[in-house]
């Protein structure tokens, strides 16, 4: 078996090659990955020939019980590349590598269908005695996939003696798997053994139903999660965690620990133009791609949701993966347009220059951030360093999906002395401000602060041996939007430079925009998909740079 012949390997090929803009960023990012895997180029996993050739004989098995032909053949590509990428993928150990299989995707993708196929392999191949489970907000929706289930099983004399099928259990003879469903709504979801699970409609569930059935693979050598949906308009909801951490992975901002996400969600500077973009359609719905009809049915949704709002929401959400409550809300800097400005630290050429220090002085157990910014040569060079407390860098990497160890060694954050440490280390902070002068040779010019949770360490900066200038910057959208909207130019068209900081590229990634009444952009820290203290103290930065050496240059700058 040759992988290169295989449909999985072309479609991911497809992917990463697509030109034509019908392929969303970030699915091309997987595939890419994938195919890395795929031809060799990654230590950390390889594919294993014997188990795709298992997996590709059982499909061939399987009957499609609404195009009639064997499921290898009726599969959607997309489905074919993630079942291959689920059962093909291996360690070192022949054990799964893939440990969480995240697909958000529009509806009409056939999802469920494509969900009842990856379970159906899974009870004929896992090890004996293994029990799967699907999760959903109530019992009705968690039974879709064991009637899509049934129905294949029903619909494929190879397969239909070997399975038996009751009102609430199926069961694979040959293995003694049993798949049970469960509802959030009235199931407890603690104290059960799940080799396979599948959270369907994920973005209609809390992080509860999703970590219990995780919690309980600890223990297992092979373990598969299946978390599919579409968006919701709602802002609190397990998805958003798992689509935030899978874009940090695929942007290589986290390490690759297990997780396989195709996120069919349009690129965010195609968004605004959902009305006439037929990519955003394609993006968001590959089955459309190779299907005519389900592109034209959406086509009559789209010109509907333009007409009318009380369809509009539904439409976003469900056809395009587009939450429609936040689209006041942007995205700030791509990632990958910011990482451009990257450069190595040259001390050489810090020393002796002027220098504007940006603050964001966070609640004490919370991230704090110093920025530094100077201007050479009509380019803004930066570095930026984050500070957290010793005694939760654990419970910080946990939560917020950030591995702080290994940022904290890398030397682009710190954390307090102590390990003990539950609140941030001021003293710690404001010795690394009035060490800049002799630690890099600058001259700090002035150092601009949010007065919220700043009083104190202002205070010590101005009476310190050496003092600072301390300005007081208003966090306010007609004081931000000028800088923010200049750091955001000055990145564009490449005249801006930063010392290369991870958890800084981290932080952009996690920011977003919002606007106020006249249109003024300005970083949000609630509409924000984590932490972007140290974006905000660099845009805090730039405000004095502006106001020193820019202000002619910019124009309409609003005082203070």
Known sequence: ???RRTKAYKYALECAGDESGRTPKYVKKQAEEWLAVAEGKRAYA????????????ILRLIVHPDLGTDMYSGLEPYALFLIYAAFGTVKADGSL?????????????FKTFTSAVIFIVGMLIEPKFSRFFSVAPDYKLSSELRLAVRKIIKSSPALIKHFKITRDMITCKLTEIEYVPLAYSNDRMDGKLANMFLADEVGALDTYPIEAMRSSQITLKNKLGILISTQYPNDNNALEDEIDYAKKVLDRLEENNGIFALLFEPDEELRKNWQTDDNVIYQANPAAVTNPTIFEDLCDKRRMAVLYEDKRENFLCKHLNIKYKSLGTEGYIELDSFREC???????????????????????????SVAMVT????VIHAMVWGFIPGGKVELKSSKEKVNYKSLIRAGDCFASASDEDEIIDYRQVEGWILSLHERFGVNVVQ????????????????????????????QHSSVLHIPTKLLYEYVYTKKFRYVKNRLLEINVSNSRCTRDTNLNRYVNKKKSAGKVDMVVALINAVYLLNVNELLDDAGGFVQM
């Open 1 to 3: 078996m040759d992988i």
């Open 46 to 57: 390889s594919i294993s020939l014997g188990k795709l050739k298992r997996t590709r004989r």
């Open 97 to 109: 590598y893939y440990k969480t299989i995240l697909l958000e995707i529009a509806r009409k993708n």
């Open 342 to 368: 990257a450069e190595d630290f040259d001390k050489e050429f810090w020393s002796g220059r002027d220098v504007y220090i940006g603050l964001d002085l966070s609640q004490t157990d919370d991230n704090t």
């Open 375 to 378: 201007l050479a040569d009509d």
């Open 447 to 474: 150092a601009g602060y949010d007065r919220y949770n700043a009083i104190s360490t202002v205070q010590k900066l101005e009476a310190a041996e050496n003092p600072l200038e301390c300005v007081e910057i208003r």
